[in-house]
């Protein structure tokens, strides 16, 4: 990547292992006109793909996106000699990214003992020594990368672990960062999970607390359980649902003038601070609202009940017929008998031949029962 920019023209500055939150707040500090990330997010390394980030620090539109694709095969002239971009080591600017995180922290967080599992990723160095210099006492697990053991049986997607050595420890907090540290999930002192949305709920809550919660509304997409919209609600907090991707969450929050949301996966954009989702500083501000409060996390995330939810991936069909009028009327069925206790959504995949049916209810056997009759529908219609 290094050498194809810079026989292009362009002068590289080269920054090391970094979360794609840390590229992306670089690329501005920095002055830079553009960021690029090396990255299989929270999948194996044989998965790694680049994110292209804007001056200014935001992911590239797909129409930027699709444009370059197409102008790929145009024919230009290389620089050559003095022309050629120059490259420069920044390693050090690491400490610039973490102290930066720091800065927007509304409270130390001295007397919190905390478990962070770093995926053998991208958050290995910056996330011990931003939560240490917070004033947390902090165990580090899944902080030996070797360039192929990214998230392998560790990071959000591989909880186990963590929960053992949080219930064992009798630490107080444990973070799970994905490999390249844009998101997070959380276990509390007993073992609990505490997915994006409590996540979300907690903090919306502080900010709005800190009058810091623009317009008293969280972005978040149609995935989001129905548990966390209830408890907004009740606490008159507004929630705007987008599809789901944390563009589309980011895209709405820039249109409507709004500075958080994410999504149930703990892909968090707190905008005031960041311009994508930025796992440790969630997990910062997370690890802030537990200390102020003076509560364990599992009482704080208690301030919404998730609701059961069951997801069924149905492969091999035709995702264009998930209007069909059968489906529908037996989606409408679903509905009526969930009432206000529950929802139903059907979901093309965008790349494959599969519609995913999700649905919530007030018990897990009623969401079961009716995410595989669903299911059923479709695979009967839309092949």
């Not at 905390?114 to 947390?136: F, K, M, N, S, Y």
């Not at 980011?250 to 930025?278: C, K, N, P, W």
């Not at 301030?303 to 492969?315: C, D, E, G, H, S």
């Not at 056997?365 to 529908?377: D, F, P």
Request: aromatic share 2%; charged share 20%.
């Amino acid at each position: 990547m290094v050498a194809g920019l810079a026989s292009s023209g362009m002068d590289v500055l080269r920054l090391g292992v970094l979360p794609t939150p840390a590229v992306a707040y670089l690329t501005t500090a920095l002055g830079a006109d553009m960021g690029v990330m090396i990255s299989a997010s929270h999948n194996p390394a044989p998965d790694n793909g680049i994110k292209f980030l804007t001056r200014g620090g935001f992911k590239l539109p797909d129409a930027v996106e699709n444009e370059i694709e197409q102008r790929l095969g145009e024919k230009w002239d290389r620089p050559t000699g003095a022309s050629v971009g120059r490259v420069r080591e920044a390693y050090g600017e690491a400490d610039r990214y973490v102290s930066h995180v720091l800065s927007t922290l509304p409270g130390r967080l001295d007397g919190l003992s905390v478990v962070i599992d770093c995926a053998h990723g991208a958050a290995h160095t910056v996330a011990p020594e931003a939560l240490t210099r917070a004033g947390a006492k902090v165990e580090t697990i899944g902080a030996r990368p070797d360039g192929l053991n990214i998230n392998a049986g560790v990071g959000s997607t591989h909880l186990d672990k963590l929960q053992q050595i949080v219930v064992s420890r009798g630490a107080d907090v444990g973070i799970a960062y994905d490999g390249d540290a844009d998101r997070c999930l959380a276990v509390a002192h007993n073992g609990e999970v505490i997915d994006g949305d409590q996540i979300m709920a907690v903090l919306a809550l502080a900010l709005r607390a800190e009058g810091k919660l623009a317009r008293d509304t969280v972005v978040a997409t149609v995935m989001s359980n129905l548990g966390f919209k209830l408890a907004l609600r009740e606490a008159g907090i507004d929630v705007l649902e987008t599809a789901v991707g944390d563009r589309y969450v980011l895209e709405a929050m820039r249109e409507g003038g709004y500075t958080f949301g994410g999504e149930q996966s703990g892909h968090v954009i707190m905008l005031d601070h960041a311009t994508t989702g930025d796992g440790l500083l969630t997990s910062l501000h997370l690890l802030a609202a537990v200390a102020r409060a003076g509560k364990p996390l599992a009482e704080l995330a208690s301030v919404m009940t998730r609701l059961p939810q069951v997801l069924i991936n149905v492969k091999g069909v035709d995702r264009a017929k998930a209007s069909v009028p059968e489906l529908v009327a037996a989606v409408e069925a679903a509905e009526s008998e969930l009432g206000e206790t529950g929802r139903v959504l059907l979901r093309p995949s965008g790349t494959e031949p599969m519609i995913r049916v999700m649905v919530e209810a007030a018990s897990a056997e009623q969401a079961q029962a009716l995410a595989e009759r669903l299911a059923g529908v479709v695979r009967e219609v839309c092949v």
